[in-house]
DNA sequence: CTGAAAGCGCTTACAG
DNA sequence: CTGAAAGCGCTTACAG
């Protein structure tokens, strides 16, 4: 433990009075020796000011330090550019990944987002008020119950996108939402394990965003599915968390039976778990245990074995969900075809053939 | 490649006019009988109003789905609480870790921060002067060069806070900042290496946040100094990047130098990249070689071997970073004592005694 | 306990 | 090319 530091702030001159200290508009007309009305033509680029006045009005922003005040600005044009996204985590992969693309999306159209992180002791009633007046619109990474929960408690009224799980083949949600075909991926990744030879497949789930069965996820699903069409009788799914440890307490469990010989997990973080659990009992993988993740977390390939998983484009998702935000709020603006958010199966080194 | 989806949002009810769509406080007023005073009196809590006239009040702002407008609101009471957090990465684990700490604080206080990535393609005087304007303070994760350029360009009449890397030892930085002591815990987690008789330590480097040489950042001075003490020249530092792959490039160039038994990284993704090329090349960790992260991140401890690294308390820099903004914006705000920042050696597996 | 007035700092028509 | 007026939707004193 060592001592760490900080630099405090410079102590304001004029302690007391700080209300009158912004410069506005006038401030800077009087400056000028022009109307406010000029200097609002000039900070807004209008066509028409003589180029000496502007120049004028430029030097008098410039000496007197102004900024134009957001809350006039936005209150007297009828432009607010601030969306707020609504998650329950800034740090597990595929969130960070969709904020990512998100925020560059909205970023890129002039719009600049707030973030609000859910926690399980918010009273999402308010806290979706609240974010409901402070925002032009609402973008939620729903991947999870809290992120449903706070969607689906958004007035109709209120603009909004969702980044969410697919919805059951041929329903579609009731919110605006946006989502990646996980469920067919999954599917994907446990034909894989099935083509290599394994007689089954487990499962080391990640939590439902609605109802309560670790099996009601698209990617339980997935897997469900292409065991039953091979006529094989779905194991237990195991595992209820979304980080390294929750899976590595799976893999614990997964790896006191001999019979195990193929993993799919909800993602990498529960594979990494996993992974190290079945090393401490001494189980290789591939060699005894093959083992898929999914999301394709940039550190998958650099783990020892490389990780086998399924590559999601989180950016593009965020991309793709904020753009169904935009398309509500600004009516001139067309969305981009949606079909670009994709999954790919990347097999590495931690899937191999099934041995006897 | 899987076929994604979406939910087109509603088409509204009447498209053309929206501006007058959103209902006032004087629309409830009317719809209650009452003046639009008492409205705003009902929406801000005041204790001098009838229970039968909130009553209705409410109910008028339930049944016409009143929200109220934010940027009236901060133009009338002059109080705003929005600030914005400046970032060139929400990825990275330090940076995120960092964005958790500096959320959790600003949403503890009533503040919603909004997220501006800082990219090298931005014309960072524009950025800084369209953040001043939008917010009413700035906070800036600052580990890179990009932050440090952005920090530097706010206007000194500007609130602002920044997490940066320690300074030069007895240098304080001119904007207010706060900061881990890395340059004592790199030193502490050579002298470790050093202690387990390793002749030397090699250092695969992070990007410097000032200057341009790898050499000059703290983590590298820790490192530079602890092998001085003991009389060792130190090697060439190598690498430059952040990630895994940066890591893993870096690790291929150590990994043909047989001299090579002890090596330090920048941080833990860099970490996974040198364990992953050493691998490759046939070098066991920690046997041949004895390999210590930076961070702590979340899977370190979960890969094999176990990562030995430099905790971080990450998200306490960030509050303790907001807690500066905050002293500049609320003058009754006393900060709390900064002196919770800390580090700690945390050794695992991936360390180990030299064998000559 | 409630209402009428003034104003927050800007922009949007409207004049000239 | 530039200015005087009105208003965006709220809040803050000031009256009653």
Redesign the interface.
């Known amino acids: 433990?060592?001592?760490?530091?900080?630099?405090?702030?410079?102590v304001p001159a004029t302690?007391g009075k700080?209300?009158d200290?912004s410069v506005s508009i006038r401030d800077v007309a009087k400056a000028a020796g022009v109307s406010h009305q000029t200097v609002s033509r000039v900070i807004n680029d209008h066509p028409n000011v003589k180029t000496e006045t502007r120049q004028r009005v430029e030097d008098a922003i410039r000496t007197l330090?102004f900024?134009?005040?957001?809350?006039?600005?936005?209150?007297a044009s009828?432009v607010?550019?601030?969306v707020?996204v609504l998650t329950s985590s800034?740090?597990l992969?595929g969130y960070?990944?969709t904020?990512?693309g998100l925020?560059?999306a909205a970023?890129t159209a002039g719009y600049?987002?707030?973030?609000?992180?859910l926690t399980p002791e918010d009273d999402l009633d308010r806290t979706v008020?609240k974010?409901?007046?402070?925002?032009h619109g609402i973008l939620v990474i729903a991947f999870d119950r809290l992120g449903m929960a706070a969607l689906e408690r958004i007035?109709?009224?209120?603009?909004c996108?969702a980044a969410v799980e697919?919805?059951p083949p041929g329903q579609?949600?009731?919110?605006?939402?946006?989502?990646?075909?996980d469920r067919?991926?999954a599917q994907?990744a446990t034909e894989h394990l099935l083509g290599l030879g394994h007689p089954t497949v487990h499962y080391v789930a990640i939590p439902a965003s609605t109802g309560s069965r670790r099996s009601a996820t698209p990617r339980a699903e997935g897997w469900l599915r292409a065991l039953r069409a091979v006529g094989v009788t779905p194991p237990a799914p195991v595992g209820d968390g979304w980080?390294?440890?929750a899976?590595?307490t799976a893999g614990r469990e997964l790896a006191r039976d001999p019979g195990v010989t193929a993993i799919m997990c909800g993602n990498d973080?529960l594979a990494?778990?996993v992974?190290?659990a079945l090393?401490e009992a001494g189980r290789s993988v591939p060699d005894d245990v093959s083992l898929v993740g999914f999301d394709d977390s940039?550190?998958s390939?650099?783990?020892?074995p490389?990780l086998t998983t399924v590559r999601m484009d989180f950016p593009g998702?965020g991309r793709?969900t904020f753009a169904?935000l935009r398309?509500?709020l600004d009516?001139q603006y067309q969305p981009p075809d949606?079909?670009?958010?994709?999954?790919?199966l990347i097999v590495r080194e931690s899937t191999g053939s099934h041995h006897v």
């Open positions: 433990m060592s001592v760490p530091g900080h630099t405090p702030p410079a302690p700080e209300r200290k330090g900024r134009r005040n957001a809350a006039a600005f936005a209150l009828g607010t550019k601030a707020t800034t740090i992969y960070a990944a904020l990512q925020e560059e970023r600049i987002p707030g973030i609000r992180v008020q974010v409901a007046e402070s925002s007035p109709s009224n209120v603009p996108a697919a919805p579609t949600p009731d919110r605006p939402g946006v989502w990646i075909d067919a991926a994907t980080d390294a440890s899976g590595y973080d990494l778990g992974l190290r090393h940039p550190l390939r650099f783990v020892t490389a998702l793709a169904l398309s509500q009516p949606p079909a670009v958010v994709g999954t790919d």
